[in-house]
């Protein structure tokens, strides 16, 4: 399983944005070829292995800051995401976008920074959507959370309120795919 540049780009802006007084603890306390990879240059559209570029540095994170709360921490690590992406370059498609169309470039997302996967997003109402995943070996519960916390924080965007998400299956534990059902107003 690979993992594109941006996305550890993104951890390692959480951490220096989110805990600045702890983000150099926080390098240090990464296994070595994580650590190695976070203090160098890394290149957005490169692919890296995902153990050590992105399980083992977002662990540190739910370990160090959300005292093993992977649900927390792989929400706010989704949703810090979905804002530096979505408030930069892709603002203006926010205006134009429905929270479905946002999931079906979710989905297709998901494909294009981490392979091999398989995803998809099913519409089950104007105001509720599921995303998928269908393939995605190893992942871990943080990343199934980063997820639905990226989604959350993108139909937030487009403006729609009270968005709710629920989990109701995880590859993680075990089952044949992750299901998230999102609802909004």
């Known amino acids: 399983m690979q993992v594109k ?10 951490v220096k944005e989110t805990f600045p007084s702890k983000y150099n603890d926080w390098l ?4 070595p070829e994580s650590k190695k990879l976070y203090e160098g240059a890394v290149k957005v559209g490169d692919w890296y292995e995902i153990k050590p570029a992105y399980y083992d540095p977002m662990e ?17 690590l989704g949703k810090f995401s979905a804002k530096v992406t979505l408030n930069g370059i892709y603002k203006v498609f926010l205006f134009v976008a429905t929270p479905q169309y946002l999931m079906k470039r979710a ?23 599921v995303l998928k995943i269908k393939k995605f070996d190893g992942i871990t519960k943080t990343l199934e959370y980063r997820f ?6 993108a139909i937030e965007l487009c403006n729609c309120k009270n968005v709710t998400y629920k ?19």
Do not use: C
């Open 5 to 14: 540049g941006t996305s550890i780009i993104t951890t390692r802006d959480f």
């Open 28 to 31: 240090k306390s990464l296994p």
């Open 148 to 153: 639905a916390g990226w989604i959350f924080k």
């Open 60 to 76: 540190k994170v739910v370990e160090q800051f959300y005292n093993f709360n992977t649900q927390k921490a792989g929400e706010e």
């Open 167 to 185: 989990i109701t299956s995880h590859i993680s534990s075990g089952q044949p795919t992750t299901n998230i059902e999102f609802k909004w107003e």
């Open 107 to 129: 989905s297709r997302m998901v494909e294009t920074f981490y392979v091999p996967s398989d995803t998809e997003a099913i519409e089950t109402g104007s105001k509720s959507a």
